[in-house]
């Protein structure tokens, strides 16, 4: 018994070597998060995350492939920097009667890149013209809970889709889906809802935050972080770009990761986060 508690020991001190030695390991920035479920239907993923009632400010998933089973959806909900902040996070789970595989399992930083293809990056210029907020750190009644599934922005006048994952846009769609598809949606009965600006999306970001980049304290839930979400804004190329039968293939797109601004084709995928613009009463 002696001997095989020496092997383990020795066993393990090879194990941490190499991972404090391993310089890739160590650059990167790790988090915890609890592994909430695997499912088969990307639908199913959706619903179950809606379920919850403690809601992390993160929720991402990821493809895994089982033999002889198929593709299948790993969903991960919270990030925490300590693995105690996980493990209280997932106590409260439970203690809600959340019944699911709630294992802890550190990422590094690198999971943003995840089932996300890599757009084209703005240039300087363009760059510091769209990825500044607007907006000075929001004071602490900024944003009203409107109890229907809907938030509004006091600072803005803008009324916000509260789920950043609804059942309504579960997919990542290309652009003119995702315009037609926002175009046709109604609730609250308003019909006016359309893609965010840049602009107004910008509104929101709060680039010292991370996963999400939002300012804080906001009420909005389950927003993705791993795939960006379309605005309405075109890129358009500059003077000494031209192009032939159709122009503005590209439109910005944020990420809620880190809160920059991209463009990407319009034929690439990116989620949807409806908006609709208040009219000031007279």
Request: one cysteine or more; glycine letters at 4%.
């Amino acid at each position: 018994m002696r001997k095989q508690s020496i092997v383990k020991s020795v066993l393990f001190l090879f194990a941490l070597i190499f991972v404090l030695s391993d310089p890739a390991i160590c650059a990167k920035q790790v988090f915890y998060s609890i592994h909430f479920a695997t499912l088969k239907d990307i639908r199913d993923v959706n619903k179950q995350v809606n379920l919850l009632k403690e809601k992390g400010k993160m929720v991402f998933w990821e493809k895994t492939e089982i033999p002889a089973m198929g593709q299948f959806y790993r969903v991960y909900v919270g990030r925490y920097k300590t693995w105690n902040g996980a493990v209280a996070f997932r106590d409260k789970l439970k203690s809600a009667g959340v019944v699911g595989p709630l294992g802890i399992q550190w990422f590094n930083e690198t999971v943003e890149s995840k089932e996300m293809q890599e757009p084209t990056k703005l240039s300087a210029s363009k760059k510091s013209a769209f990825v500044q907020p607007l907006y000075s750190a929001p004071e602490k009644d900024r944003f009203v809970d409107n109890k229907d599934g809907t938030v509004t922005d006091t600072k803005t006048n803008l009324m916000w889709i509260k789920n950043g994952w609804r059942l309504e846009f579960i997919s990542a769609l290309p652009w003119f889906e995702a315009m037609d598809k926002v175009k046709n949606f109604k609730h609250g009965n308003f019909s006016d809802w359309r893609l965010p600006t840049v602009e107004e999306w910008n509104s929101l970001i709060d680039p010292g935050n991370q996963n999400p980049a939002l300012v804080e304290p906001n009420p909005f839930v389950n927003i993705i972080s791993h795939i960006p979400y379309w605005s309405k804004t075109e890129f358009n190329y500059d003077k000494n770009h031209t192009c032939n039968d159709q122009c503005s293939l590209g439109s910005y797109i944020v990420t809620m990761w880190s809160g920059i601004t991209y463009h990407q084709k319009k034929s690439n995928r990116a989620f949807i986060l409806p908006v609709r613009s208040i009219v000031p009463k007279i």
